[in-house]
């Protein structure tokens, strides 16, 4: 099974892609100005305490304010206020905790305005980010995730992940981790630690300790709203999280993202450094990739199975239905139930994938296709949590019901992926009446000529839809050659699946755009 990350850059931020054994299986778009991400730890200010919820409402500067409840304060709270105290009011100089003297831990169902006051400056982290009309969600349980460690601030103990299950093996890393982490600082020891040996835990520990640093001496002199420690960029977040050895590839097509990537796996993994690549191809990446065709067949209404099925993905404000149909599955099964099993088999396989690709949470409930045999039912259950087993986020997956119905929640820490597929008709704008549609290709020939005999350009490109890219090309003396005999210079064709049927895009030596003026 092989992995690979393309990223895409564009004016509008980052588009990455992750793929497995060619599949498009997770998308990501990252905006450039967008700021509230997963794992930021911002200096905020109480505005609210509300009893009746428990919690409180922080100003950390976005338009609403955050939500923090009683739960997400941790057991440390008076803690980290204390020593965030005595940061700003500069009696603490670094963030080494050794020498701190830790406060008694909170009551486990405790009221909030026990412990916060109004106005009181604390230091926060971004736990979910900003969804729908609701503003972010906080935690005062501060951590900073690492390769192979999280370090938590303001603790003493040594977790390590359930799916450690070698009892030897978490002896081993239980130990070694009680060794080498400093005074008050706790650690969570990831699945990715297996078999790592002691410089590369220590490693990792002094990267986290390195990055809290920075924090507190940033912490001294920040303003409230400030941003003290930020997440790395969600490319780089997921290398950190995923990078192993069936991770055999990674294209980037922006020259400034090649060396920010490289830098950063030099330092976590050297030995995997080779498998990052520049793309300076002709097509765009994400066009080379075939992954244009797969986000337009992937975050439609209606999605396709292999076998013939279909699903039906309907999203609500409370919740996620996923409606199973067979379609034009064909009957080659021996009965009506060994076709719903085949057919939910496969549903469900995909149906893991999108719960990923589009990053779906919250409640999600499927409708399968009824199946009488509880055995048949059992093993839809077990194909479904099999599948979600290399998902990252929080999950549970119920067995199917009474009804058919199965029930999955699934942890929601950003807004959901959605892509609109419909597309408005570029040349009748949605009217339902157009001009001649044949024109486009007058209209693309009478630009060329005016660019080339007119504005004196030469290696120009031009951006169209695979079908223009056709019609251009096709034959052993196509419209292309027949350009290159006219205006001798060779104009080059790039295939671009996001463009509309007549759409197109002229552009310079350099890659601009350029504007025309005739048509």
């Known amino acids: 099974m092989s ?3 393309v990223i895409n850059s564009t004016q509008k931020g980052e588009r990455i892609a992750l793929l497995q054994d060619k599949r498009l299986l997770e998308y990501h778009v990252e905006e450039p100005d967008h700021s509230f991400t997963v794992g930021d730890i911002y200096l905020g200010t109480v505005r609210k305490l509300v009893t009746g919820l428990n919690a409180a409402f922080v100003d950390v500067g976005y338009e609403k304010d955050a939500f923090l409840h009683y739960l997400d304060l941790g057991p440390n709270i008076n803690s980290l206020n204390k020593f965030t105290k005595d940061v700003i009011s500069k009696r603490a100089n670094s963030g080494k905790l050794s020498a701190f003297k830790m406060e008694p831990e909170i009551e486990k169902l405790g009221k909030i305005d026990k412990v916060l006051v109004k106005n009181q400056p604390i230091l926060v982290q971004i736990v979910k980010e900003p969804i729908s009309t609701k503003g972010p969600r906080l935690s005062c349980d501060i951590s900073i995730a690492g390769r192979y460690i999280v370090l938590v601030p303001f603790s003493n103990s040594v977790n390590l992940s359930k ?19 400093p005074a008050n600082f706790g650690v969570i020891v990831r699945t990715v630690a297996q078999s790592r040996d002691v410089e590369e ?12 640093e920075k924090g507190i001496k940033l912490l001294r002199d920040a303003k409230p709203r400030d941003r003290v420690i930020g997440e790395m960029n969600r490319a780089s977040s997921i290398i950190r999280d995923m990078l192993n050895e069936s991770f055999d590839s990674i294209t980037v097509d922006s020259k400034d993202v090649f060396e920010d990537i490289k830098s950063y796996i030099r330092t976590i993994a050297p ?10 191809g002709k097509n765009k990446v994400f066009e080379q990739f075939g992954l244009e065709k797969q986000i337009k067949s992937l975050f439609g209404r209606s999605v396709s199975l292999p076998g013939g099925g279909y699903l039906i ?20 099964e021996e009965d009506q139930e060994a076709t719903a099993l085949s057919v939910n088999s496969e549903a469900a396989k995909e149906i893991a994938r999108q719960l990923r690709l589009r990053d779906m949470g919250g409640i999600i409930v499927i409708d399968f296709i009824d199946l009488k045999k509880a055995d048949n039912k059992r093993k839809i259950h077990d194909v479904m949590r099999e599948e979600m087993k290399s998902d990252r986020s929080k999950y549970t997956v119920l067995p199917l019901s009474k009804f058919g119905l199965m029930q999955i929640t699934r942890q929601r820490v950003r807004p959901e992926m959605n892509i609109v597929t419909r597309e408005t008709c570029p040349t009748c704008g949605g009217t339902g ?9 007058d209209i693309i020939l009478n630009n060329l000529d005016y660019i080339l005999t007119k504005q004196n350009e030469s290696r120009i490109s031009i951006s169209l839809h695979p079908f223009l890219h056709a019609y251009f090309t096709k034959g052993l003396i196509s419209q292309q050659m027949k350009w290159f005999f006219t205006y001798k210079t060779w104009v080059s064709l790039i295939k671009d699946s996001s463009l509309g049927v007549v759409d197109f895009t ?14």
């Open 163 to 181: 799916k450690i299950t070698d009892k030897q093996e978490r002896t081993r890393l239980q130990r070694l981790m009680s060794s080498i982490k």
């Open 433 to 441: 009446t157009i001009q001649a549609s044949i024109l486009i290709t």
């Open 3 to 5: 992995n690979e990350l």
């Open 271 to 280: 030995d995997k450094e080779n498998i990052l690549k520049l793309h300076n």
């Open 506 to 519: 002229f552009h310079n030596k350099f890659g601009e755009v350029i504007e025309l003026n005739a048509q």
């Open 201 to 212: 835990l220590d490693k990792d520990l002094q990267n986290c300790l390195e990055k809290w």
């Open 313 to 332: 993905i309907e999203h609500t404000e409370a919740l996620h239905v996923i409606d199973v149909n067979s379609g034009n599955k064909s009957n080659s």
